[in-house]
Structure formats: C-alpha cells, structure tokens
C-alpha cells in the first residue's frame, strides 16, 4: 500500500512530516509535481578573534585564500547536498553563488549561499548545505592561528517556488 496519493504527497504521515511513514524513513514522491523554478537564500556566521580576521584580510593564513576556498567548498558542497542528506533528492542545479563578507564588528565572516533550479522539489537543502560547508572550510583553514572560533546562525533566509509558496524570514531572525 502506498502512503501517496498521485499527485505525489504523503497523506498519511502524523505531523505533516513528510519523509517518514509507517515502515519508517523514505524518500518523497515527487513524480507528479510540476517542475517550477525555485531559489533559496541561506546564511551563516563564523566568530572569531579580530587578529584572525586581520590575517584573513591580510590574505596572511598559511593554507592560502580563506574567502576564495570557502567559496569554493560552498558551491561544490551544494552540488553534492542528495550525497550527503538522506533521502535529499538531487536536484540539477542551474546556480549556486556564495557570498562572503567580513566584518569588524563580529569580528568574523558572514556567509550568504543562494541555490537555484527548475525542479519538482525545493533547494533548501542546498543553500543550507553551501553556507555550512562555506563556515566550516573557514574554520578548517583558522584552525591552527585561533580554534576558538565559533560557527553560528545556519539558517534559511528565503525560498521561492514550488506549492508551498514564498518564505523570508523576518529580518530579527
């Protein structure tokens, strides 16, 4: 017996969760969703000393450019986000972008990662996944000058797209 109705969303699971059923954890049925273009923004922070932050701006870390890698380790985390979620589906990206700030006043980083595509489920996950991994590559290149860093404020800031509609979360949030 299916716990899906066909147009693809579970009717049975208590809650309103959808990724998990009487027999337990499964992946979503999304065949019937029409596909439509959906976009999320998510955000982190990493804090740490302001001497930190002055070799990062200095581009003085001894593992190379700390904004530029992660960068890069956000975007390539996005694309990997159904390997490393389960029962995440992939999804065919057509943007990921990380943005990276730095600012006195944390002192620290600030991380905004947005993911697009035309599909028939959300890129939450996605942007969720760049912004973290973007912090944690941070993290991994400071480690040896201050490993009292501390990541914080992964969040979703807005999604578009899909039957659920449009989120942005409120800006004291």
């Not at 922070?45 to 200095?58: G, N, Q």
């Not at 700390?66 to 975007?75: D, K, N, T, Y």
């Not at 991380?111 to 973007?134: N, P």
Request: net charge neutral; with cysteine.
């Amino acid at each position: 017996m299916s716990d899906a109705n066909t147009d693809g969303r579970d009717r049975r699971v208590a809650g309103g969760l959808t990724h998990s059923g009487p027999r337990g954890a499964k992946m979503v049925d999304v065949t019937g969703k029409p596909e439509t273009v959906r976009r999320a923004v998510a955000a982190g922070r990493v804090r740490m000393k302001a001497e930190t932050l002055a070799l990062i701006r200095e581009d003085a870390i001894a593992k190379g450019s700390v904004v530029e890698a992660a960068r890069l380790a956000g975007i390539m985390a996005a694309k990997r986000t159904s390997e490393l979620i389960p029962l995440c589906h992939p999804l065919p990206l057509s943007n990921v972008a990380v943005e990276i700030d730095l600012q006195d006043d944390l002192p620290g980083l600030s991380v905004r990662a947005s993911a697009t595509c035309t599909g028939k489920t959300g890129v939450e996950m996605e942007a969720l996944v760049a912004a973290a991994v973007a912090c944690l590559t941070v993290y991994d290149m400071c480690k040896a000058v201050d490993r009292g860093m501390v990541i914080e404020g992964i969040m979703l800031l807005e999604k578009s797209g899909g039957q659920s509609g449009e989120f942005r979360r409120a800006e004291d949030g």
